[in-house]
């Protein structure tokens, strides 16, 4: 059966070209408008998820990942393999790739990374243009009652997070004006903190990378703390010396450059934040307010005119010759005193107060003399096979909670007024940087990108990326610094500090085939007692700022 198709009239055909064109248009525009919305990296999917980007079975990481057999002093845990047989990376082995359009990016100023921090109890969130701008933060700090209620319960504070992030992060990108599909990364906390509080935050990046795909930079969050220091109008000069003494860590370390760090000390017990807290909560004080138990110890003893010198608290490791810290006996004799008190029972709690914080900033301000002392006789002495002259450390930074104490920096800017004529600046972020805060894990990854160092990792990549409870910053030089058996005494040390360059002096003459003169000064920066009465040799370490071995 044959029909016959009437062909459209001239009138019908130019309607039907006519509503093609618009339907054309109205497409092209919701094209348009859908791309502009789409973040960098969405925009360039393809190349983004090329390997090895999506490659996460990487062959040399996989190979330590894989290694149940481990030496007997590793330090890393047994990370082994998920359900489906995939390895689990570690970001102390796998900092990331280097991403050359996000670099670029930083180095103009044009890159928006939004920030995320769950070390411990602090639900923070902030965006920061890679030009060092601030463009919102927030903060929600989890309830008062349970501070007071004798400390923070890590199951509580992986709640809270769980609960407010989502809250925190879209009330800062409405502040910011951006959206999540704009971002060009997004920068967490990896560790070190608490297992769950970290876990919180992992899952909430992990479900926003993977939506918006997102490029994830993992942060370390002592290194947060020491840059945070600096930033793109005061860059921070490396090398240096830096104090990170906060309510959960205290170290003291050399930052040759960014990325490369060396631990000269840590606490080998309670951090100086722990104790500061554990002491103004046996004085009854208010731990609710700014600064937690240190701002209450500087208010009390600021305000009823507490003497320093009223409680008789000894200086910990006074007969140690390394740079490692200890605060539990300082806590336990201040708390036995605002338990007991004097013979007749009487407790001044401005003189606990002021006393308390005189000796633990006294204690900061000996190993970080030593510290500088150290370096001073290492670099006089660097002929040896494994020295590495590392120059003089001009700047001091101190970051962490505790620097908001005024006590503790007053003490630490005495010492560098003596280092070196004077010419050490001591370093100290906003006393709002100093706690816990989202703008300086910003600040971390923007350095990180702008230096073009190995830190981008993938939307798939992050979800075999565990956390890191424990992680410390560099490898342990605390052996290094005993063996040289730094002086405490000015004159000694300037002797020593003699000696050893004349040794420097007389290695070089002697490669050179140069004729030595006679020196008065022995050729050994050793120890010269006998071994009998030399001290024990801790048995900590493991590196040394010549053959340093990661942790």
């Not at 047994?78 to 050359?100: C, E, M």
């Not at 660097?382 to 005024?406: E, F, I, T, Y």
Request: glycine share 10%.
């Amino acid at each position: 059966m044959l029909v016959a198709l009437a062909a459209p009239g001239r009138a019908g055909l130019r309607d039907v070209r006519t509503a093609a064109a618009a339907a054309a248009a109205a497409a092209t525009a919701a094209t348009a408008a859908a791309t502009a919305c789409r973040s960098y990296h969405d925009r360039n999917h393809d190349r983004f998820f090329q390997p090895p980007y999506v490659d996460v079975t990487f062959p040399p990481y996989v190979e330590r990942l894989e290694r149940w057999n481990r030496p007997k002093d590793h330090p890393i845990k047994k990370l082994g393999r998920r359900h489906d047989g995939t390895a689990i990376l570690s970001p102390r082995y796998f900092p990331g790739v280097v991403d050359q359009a996000l670099s670029a990016k930083a180095r103009e100023g044009r890159a928006v990374i939004l920030a995320i921090e769950t070390s411990f109890d602090d639900t923070a969130c902030a965006v920061m243009r890679s030009d060092g701008t601030t463009l919102a933060r927030e903060e929600y700090s989890e309830p008062a009652g349970l501070k007071l209620a004798g400390g923070i319960v890590p199951k509580s504070a992986a709640e809270v997070h769980a609960r407010n992030l989502p809250l925190v992060c879209q009330r800062v990108l409405g502040q910011a004006g951006v959206a999540a599909c704009e971002l060009d990364a997004v920068a967490v906390t990896a560790g070190p903190g608490q297992s769950l509080a970290l876990m919180a935050g992992r899952d909430f990046v992990r479900t926003l990378a993977l939506e918006h795909e997102l490029p994830v930079v993992p942060v370390h969050h002592m290194e947060a703390h020491l840059l945070s220091a600096g930033g793109p109008a005061a860059p921070l000069l490396f090398p240096l010396v830096a104090l990170l003494a906060s309510g959960a860590h205290c170290e003291l370390l050399l930052a040759r450059a960014l990325g490369d760090y060396y631990r000269l000390g840590y606490t080998m017990d309670d951090a100086p934040g722990e104790a500061f807290d554990k002491t103004a909560r046996a004085l009854a004080l208010d731990l609710a307010g700014p600064g937690g138990g240190g701002g209450a110890l500087e208010r009390e003893a600021r305000l009823f005119e507490g003497d320093p010198g009223a409680l008789l608290l000894s200086e910990p490791l006074k007969l140690s010759w390394d740079c490692r810290f200890s605060f539990s006996g300082l806590k336990t004799a201040a708390i036995a005193y605002a338990t007991v008190g004097d013979g007749d029972g009487h407790v001044s709690v401005p003189a606990v107060a002021a006393s308390f914080q005189h000796a633990v900033a006294a204690h900061l301000a000996t190993r970080v003399t030593r510290a500088f002392r150290f370096l001073q006789l290492r670099d006089a002495g660097a002929a040896r096979a494994d020295g590495a002259v590392v120059g003089p450390c001009r700047s001091l930074v101190l970051s962490g909670g505790v620097a908001s104490n005024a006590t503790v920096r007053k003490q630490l800017e005495m010492v560098c007024a003596r280092q070196l004529g004077g010419a050490v600046k001591l370093r100290v972020p906003p006393r709002h940087l100093c706690t816990d805060n989202a703008v300086m894990i910003a600040s971390a990854a923007v350095e990180r990108l702008r230096a073009g160092l190995p830190c981008v990792v993938t939307p798939v990549q992050y979800q075999y990326l565990s956390f890191e409870p424990v992680w410390p910053l560099g490898p342990d030089c605390s052996r290094e610094v005993f063996e040289l058996q730094v002086p405490t005494n000015r004159q000694a040390f300037n002797g020593r500090l003699m000696r050893a360059r004349a040794m420097r002096k007389k290695s070089a003459a002697k490669k050179q085939g140069v004729a030595v003169t006679a020196t008065p000064y022995p050729v050994t920066i050793g120890d010269q007692r006998p071994m009998a009465k030399r001290p024990t040799v801790p048995s900590g370490g493991g590196g040394s700022l010549g053959h340093a071995r990661r942790n």
